[in-house]
């Protein structure tokens, strides 16, 4: 009888951890994701466009998961370096010129996690410790 | 009494609504001045506005044009750089808006002035023009004499601009589509990164297109 309340208990206890190791991960990715609306409205939102839309041929628009995802681990180069030179985005090829941010790894993680599950995109949470990995392999 | 001011408040409300909805004319802007005239024996005094004076630029398209193309017409001025990384952008969607509601419309036109004419040569500007998807003659995209344009946005176009290296781009200036009407004459301005505004400005051009082509 103590064996089986003890049991329930245990049992009890192992669903608890694991529904709240869950709701960590979704904090944690509530925390990135409203932060990254402020970012995005900052330093995104001008050229890029309040949907993620673009502006026709000139600016790529943020709602090409397919493109997102491919190119993920270069985004937040991307980002800290700026771009230049032809790239394809939705069957589009654009050439502008996009400027350098003056961002912080962390907001970089916010923008981007902010970016890649809005606009029709659903990529899950983009942290910190990966931009930094990511900015360490930067081609320039 | 309670209810009584709360009544109140709501037909003082309605009527605030009532009367902005009704706006038939639009204020004219500028320095005006009172000039007689003598017309048959008799001394008039006429109201003289303030105008936008004659300007020739070059358009995308590599065509001489200016002030004497836009005799007769409204249209919307702006001043843009193609390279422009802060407000530019935004302008540029909200003025699609404008052009996709008038660019059938023979007597309407949208004039962006360049204000980095070294960066934005002809070609630059008619790459510009495509990649936004301006076709035809009615969003003009003017260069010119760079001290000239600067002179007459604020002279003018009581816009302001000035050339500054700290500032994103290179250049500072304000994001404002002023609004002239077929006698040259300043009806309007708004602020062209804000969608309300120029939500504004397309439903005061039609407020323009009915005026009457004699009222002075």
Known sequence: ?140 | MRTLTGAIALILLLGACKLNSNKTTLPIYGNRQAVTTTANGQSVIDTVYQTIPAFKYINQYGDSTGSKNLDGKIYVADFFFTSCPSICPIMQRNMLNVYNAFKDNADFKIISFTIDPKHDSVPVLKNYADKLGVTGNSWWFLRGDRDSVYRIASNSYLVGVSQDSTAAGGYVHQGYFVLVDKQKRVRGSYDGTDMKQVSQLIDDIKILQAEPANVK
């Open chain 1, 1 to 140: 009888m103590k064996l089986q309340i003890i049991g329930s208990i245990c049992v009890l206890l192992f669903i608890l951890i694991i529904f709240s190791c869950q709701s960590d991960g979704s904090i944690e990715f509530k925390r990135y994701y409203s932060g990254g609306i402020i970012v995005y409205q900052n330093h995104c939102q001008n050229c890029h466009g309040e949907k993620g839309e673009g502006l026709s041929s000139l600016i790529p628009p943020f709602t090409d998961t397919a493109y997102l995802k491919a190119n993920l681990a270069s985004l937040a180069c991307k980002i800290n370096f700026g771009l230049k030179g032809k790239i394809t985005v939705s069957g589009k090829d654009f050439y502008g010129e996009m400027p350098a941010a003056n961002l912080t790894p962390i907001e970089i993680a916010q923008a981007l996690t902010y970016v890649t599950n809005s606009f029709g995109n659903k990529l899950g949470i983009i942290t910190v410790d990966e931009v930094n990995a990511d900015l360490n392999k930067c081609e320039n």
